[in-house]
C-alpha cells in the first residue's frame, strides 16, 4: 500500500494553550467555560489539574471508551468542520476518495513504523470490536475439526474460548478462574496440544488486571501465537513477529470505539472456512484494504492522529517508560497503605494498564467512588462482576491524573483509617 504524506500536519504537542484554542474552528459554540483547577493537598504538593484550554475536563478512569490525549481532541475539533482545506469534514468524505486514502494510509504506516511490523504481515481495519474476532479467529485460521489451545487467565480469554467451541475444538489448557483470574501460568508446565493449529492467550485482561509480561511460544512446529492484545495494544513495544495474529479494539490506548485493528501474518490469509460470513473472511479484507465496505471512516481517522501523537512521544519505548511510572506511582499507593487498600493480583503480571483494587472496609468503596467523583476523577467503579474499583491509565491517562488520585488515596485514608 502506498503512503501519502503529502496532507500529513503535525500534531499539536507543543502548542500552547492560548494557541490550541484559536485553532478551534467553532470559537463562540465550543470554547469550554473557564472553572475553577482542582486541587487535593497532600504532604508534600498541591496537586492541579493541568493548565489547558479545557480547564473543565475530568481525569476519566474508564476502562473503554477511555481517556483520549487532550492534544490529539484538539486536533480533531481544528479540523472537524473543513479537513486541511478539503472543503469537508472526514465524517463526510467518500472512503474510495483521495483524501480518505491518505488517512487510511498514513494511519497504517504510522502503526508500522511504532510496532515495527514486517512486511510479511497485514494491518487491517476492521469493525464488530475483538469479540467479533473470538469468531473470526477460528473461522479464519483453522478448520472445524482442528484443534486449538486458549489459556484462560480472565473474562475476556473465556468469552474468546467459549465463542471458539462453535467454530472448531479449542482445549483450554490452562483456567486461572478458580483462583480468581490473579495469575498467569508457567509457561513451561503448559501441556500444550499436540497439532494444535493455534495457540490464544489475552494479554491484558481488563476486568481483572492481569497481564502477560512475556509471551509463551507454541510448541507444534505449524502452531502460532494469536493475541488479544484490546487493552494494552501500543502501550509498550512487542516483537510482532512472534505472533501469528494480534487483535485489538481500538477504544482503550489508540481511539474511539468502532474500530478493531488486527495484524495478521499474510500466509496465514486466505483459508477461511467455508460457512465464514463475507464480512469476517480476511482476505476479503485484505484484497480491498480494508475499504470492502464502508469502514468507520472518523475513527480511523482518529487512530491515526494518535499515532501520530505516539510517534511524536518517541515511540513506544518512551511511552512505556511513561507507563511504568504511572503504575509504579498507583500500585506502590495501594501496597503502602497497610491493607487498607488492597490488589489482589499477583505481583509480577500486574498489569499496567488497568488496576484493580478493593478496601478492607467494603462498606466505604461506595463512598470512594462518589467522592473521587466530585473531585473530577470519574469511572473508578470496579467491572460489575468484581466490583471494589478500577483505575484505568491508558497512554492517554496523564501522570497528573495519578498524581491527584494516589493523593485522594491518602487523604480517604487519613480520613476513614480509624482502626
Given at each position: 500500500m502506498s503512503v501519502s504524506m503529502s496532507t500529513a500536519a503535525a500534531p499539536l504537542t507543543h502548542l500552547k494553550p492560548s494557541t490550541a484554542s484559536q485553532i478551534t474552528a467553532f470559537p463562540t459554540s465550543l470554547s469550554r467555560p473557564t472553572s475553577r483547577p482542582l486541587s487535593i493537598t497532600c504532604s508534600s504538593t498541591t496537586l492541579q489539574t493541568p493548565t489547558s484550554a479545557a480547564t473543565d475536563r475530568v481525569f476519566n478512569f474508564a476502562?473503554?471508551?477511555?481517556?483520549?490525549?487532550?492534544?490529539?481532541?484538539?486536533?480533531?475539533?481544528?479540523?472537524?468542520?473543513?479537513?486541511?482545506?478539503?472543503?469537508?469534514?472526514?465524517?463526510?468524505?467518500?472512503?474510495?476518495?483521495?483524501?480518505?486514502?491518505?488517512?487510511?494510509?498514513?494511519?497504517?504506516?504510522?502503526?508500522?513504523?511504532?510496532?515495527?511490523?514486517?512486511?510479511?504481515?497485514?494491518?487491517?481495519?476492521?469493525?464488530?470490536?475483538?469479540?467479533?474476532?473470538?469468531?473470526?479467529?477460528?473461522?479464519?485460521?483453522?478448520?472445524?475439526?482442528?484443534?486449538?489451545?486458549?489459556?484462560?487467565?480472565?473474562?475476556?480469554?473465556?468469552?474468546?474460548?467459549?465463542?471458539?467451541?462453535?467454530?472448531?475444538?479449542?482445549n483450554s489448557i490452562w483456567s486461572g478462574k478458580s483462583e480468581k483470574y490473579t495469575k498467569i501460568p508457567n509457561f513451561d508446565s503448559l501441556n500444550q496440544t499436540p497439532g494444535a493449529k493455534y495457540l490464544h492467550i489475552c494479554a491484558n485482561e481488563t476486568i481483572h488486571g492481569v497481564e502477560f509480561k512475556s509471551y509463551p511460544t507454541p510448541a507444534g512446529e505449524n502452531e502460532v501465537l494469536v493475541a488479544d492484545m484490546s487493552s494494552n495494544f501500543c502501550s509498550k513495544p512487542v516483537d510482532v513477529a512472534k505472533f501469528g495474529m494480534i487483535y485489538a479494539g481500538a477504544q482503550k490506548n489508540v481511539g474511539p470505539s468502532g474500530v478493531t485493528i488486527a495484524i495478521v501474518r499474510s500466509d496465514l490469509i486466505g483459508h477461511a472456512q467455508p460457512i465464514t460470513p463475507v464480512m469476517l473472511d480476511y482476505?476479503?479484507?485484505?484484497?480491498?484494504?480494508?475499504?470492502?465496505?464502508?469502514?468507520?471512516?472518523?475513527?480511523?481517522?482518529?487512530?491515526?492522529?494518535?499515532?501520530?501523537?505516539?510517534?511524536?512521544?518517541?515511540?513506544?519505548?518512551?511511552?512505556?517508560?511513561?507507563?511504568?511510572?504511572?503504575?509504579?506511582?498507583?500500585?506502590?499507593?495501594?501496597?503502602?497503605?497497610?491493607?487498607?487498600?488492597?490488589?489482589?493480583?499477583?505481583?509480577?503480571?500486574?498489569?499496567?494498564?488497568?488496576?484493580?483494587?478493593?478496601?478492607?472496609?467494603?462498606?466505604?468503596?461506595?463512598?470512594?467512588?462518589?467522592?473521587?467523583?466530585?473531585?473530577?476523577?470519574?469511572?473508578?467503579?470496579?467491572?460489575?462482576?468484581?466490583?471494589?474499583?478500577?483505575?484505568?491509565?491508558?497512554?492517554?491517562?496523564?501522570?497528573?491524573?495519578?498524581?491527584?488520585?494516589?493523593?485522594?488515596?491518602?487523604?480517604?485514608?487519613?480520613?476513614?483509617?480509624?482502626?
Open positions: 476502562a473503554g471508551p477511555a481517556t483520549l490525549p487532550e492534544n490529539v481532541l484538539l486536533k480533531a475539533q481544528s479540523e472537524l468542520y473543513n479537513w486541511r482545506g478539503s472543503g469537508m469534514s472526514v465524517m463526510e468524505m467518500s472512503h474510495r476518495g483521495k483524501e480518505f486514502l491518505s488517512i487510511i494510509q498514513k494511519a497504517e504506516s504510522d502503526l508500522r513504523a511504532l510496532l515495527n511490523i514486517p512486511s510479511e504481515y497485514t494491518v487491517l481495519f476492521l469493525q464488530g470490536g475483538a469479540t467479533t474476532q473470538f469468531a473470526a479467529a477460528p473461522l479464519n485460521l483453522c478448520g472445524p475439526a482442528d484443534v486449538v489451545d486458549y489459556i484462560v487467565t480472565g473474562s475476556w480469554g473465556d468469552k474468546a474460548f467459549k465463542e471458539a467451541t462453535k467454530y472448531c475444538n479449542p482476505k476479503i479484507h485484505a484484497d480491498n484494504s480494508s475499504l470492502y465496505n464502508t469502514p468507520p471512516c472518523y475513527g480511523i481517522y482518529m487512530c491515526g492522529l494518535v499515532f501520530e501523537d505516539l510517534v511524536e512521544q518517541g515511540g513506544l519505548a518512551e511511552v512505556e517508560k511513561k507507563n511504568v511510572k504511572k503504575g509504579s506511582l498507583l500500585y506502590d499507593a495501594i501496597d503502602g497503605s497497610k491493607g487498607f487498600f488492597r490488589c489482589p493480583v499477583e505481583r509480577s503480571v500486574r498489569s499496567l494498564m488497568n488496576v484493580p483494587f478493593t478496601l478492607a472496609k467494603t462498606e466505604l468503596e461506595a463512598e470512594f467512588v462518589k467522592e473521587a467523583a466530585k473531585e473530577k476523577m470519574v469511572q473508578l467503579k470496579g467491572h460489575r462482576s468484581v466490583g471494589g474499583m478500577r483505575a484505568s491509565i491508558y497512554n492517554a491517562m496523564p501522570l497528573a491524573g495519578v498524581e491527584k488520585l494516589v493523593a485522594f488515596m491518602k487523604d480517604f485514608q487519613a480520613r476513614h483509617d480509624h482502626a
